[in-house]
């Protein structure tokens, strides 16, 4: 199983940028959906961006905000937030699965590994 390691979290007023890191403890070449979700107490885990072999999706409330995107030795990828918001605070987990999820966001029930989560507060 992948284990996945997130770095980059933390505090930051609104209109900031933070980035995320996931460092993966395999090659994720090989065919993996890799994923970023969030969770704030209360709601649902919901899926923020996915990416599959450059392909990306993302979910409504952070397009044209935020990018996600992998380094070249495939084994750690990211999520670039600009124009940060604080409805945009929230526990960010990033995810791996085996399925394809091209031009999909990726769902909860078919991701194999998790991170153990970094935390974003957007706050003036």
């Known amino acids: 199983q992948v284990q996945l390691v997130e770095s980059g979290g933390g505090s930051v007023q609104p209109g900031g940028s933070l980035r995320l890191s996931c460092a993966a403890s395999?090659?994720?070449?090989?065919?993996?959906?890799l994923a970023w979700f969030r969770q704030t107490p209360g709601k649902e885990r919901e899926g923020v961006a996915a990416?599959?072999?450059?392909?990306?999706a993302y979910a409504d409330s952070v397009k044209g905000r935020f990018t996600i995107s992998q380094d070249n030795a495939w084994n750690t990828f990211y999520l670039q937030m600009n124009s940060l918001k604080p409805e945009d605070s929230a526990m960010y987990y990033c995810?791996?699965?085996?399925?394809?999820?091209?031009?999909?966001?990726?769902?909860?029930?078919?991701?194999?590994?998790w991170g153990q989560g970094t935390q974003v507060t957007v706050s003036s």
């Open positions: 995810a791996a699965s085996r399925v394809h999820c091209s031009g999909v966001l990726l769902p909860q029930y078919f991701v194999h590994s």
């Open positions: 395999v090659s994720l070449y090989n065919d993996y959906c």
């Open positions: 990416i599959y072999f450059g392909n990306t």
